[in-house]
T-cell receptor, first 111, second 113 residues
Framework: QKEVEQDPGPLSVPEGAIVSLNCTYSNSAFQYFMWYRQYSRKGPELLMYTYSSGNKEDGRFTAQVDKSSKYISLFIRDSQPSDSATYLCAPRSGSARQLTFGSGTQLTVLP | NAGVTQTPKFQVLKTGQSMTLQCAQDMNHNSMYWYRQDPGMGLRLIYYSASEGTTDKGEVPNGYNVSRLNKREFSLRLESAAPSQTSVYFC????????????FGPGTRLTVL
């Protein structure tokens, strides 16, 4: 079993929809939770990060972590065609330097 | 400010050939990483270098070697390429910190025939 599981999609939604992207993980030592966004044929870039449980909001994006159920979510409000990309969750434990990436969810927002 | 650069962008090899993928960063980061990305597998860490002069194996190091040439440059070598090494390779760098934000290069698309 992988340490981080992520539904690969693909997920297609109409413009303006609320999008929910999710990951589950098995390592209870994970404390830092990141979401990376990867446009087609580009390298990933950091989108959001949060520490331990709780919510963090940044514009149209909200990152949510529930450590009790080992569940990570990214919500996108008022989705735009420019949000079309692959989203990768990437948790990290406090002691580790490296990240553990989920396999990514491919999102398409249709105009 | 170029960030992380990788060369080449594309490469086709025959089984058994060797090649070196080059990576350089201009952000004065201590840590550098090499990943491969395959469909459905996400990013898998091949090797990383926490600082100049050190390298460590990641999740999938077999068939690869690395060299941290200096603080800016981190190369990945395939000594005898195999079709299973067909993938997109990404180099990344980071300065550390709580979230250890990693900055990625544009990738190298490698096909081994």
């Amino acid at each position: 079993q992988k340490e981080v599981e992520q539904d690969p999609g693909p997920l297609s939604v109409p413009e303006g929809a609320i999008v929910s992207l999710n990951c589950t993980y098995s390592n209870s030592a994970f404390q830092y939770f990141m979401w990376y966004r990867q446009y087609s044929r580009k390298g990933p870039e950091l989108l959001m990060y949060t520490y331990s449980s709780g919510n963090k909001e940044d514009g149209r994006f909200t990152a949510q972590v529930d450590k009790s159920s080992k569940y990570i979510s990214l919500f996108i409000r008022d989705s735009q065609p420019s949000d079309s990309a692959t989203y990768l969750c990437a948790p990290r434990s406090g002691s580790a330097r490296q990240l553990t990436f989920g396999s990514g969810t491919q999102l398409t927002v249709l105009p | 400010n170029a960030g992380v650069t990788q060369t080449p962008k594309f490469q086709v090899l025959k089984t058994g050939q060797s090649m070196t993928l080059q990576c350089a960063q201009d952000m004065n980061h201590n840590s550098m990483y090499w990943y491969r990305q395959d469909p459905g597998m996400g990013l898998r860490l091949i090797y990383y270098s926490a600082s100049e002069g050190t390298t460590d194996k990641g999740e999938v190091p077999n068939g690869y070697n690395v060299s941290r040439l200096n603080k800016r440059e981190f190369s990945l070598r395939l000594e005898s390429a195999a079709p299973s090494q067909t993938s997109v390779y990404f180099c990344a760098s980071s300065s550390g910190g709580a979230y250890n934000e990693q900055f990625f290069g544009p990738g190298t698309r490698l096909t081994v025939l």
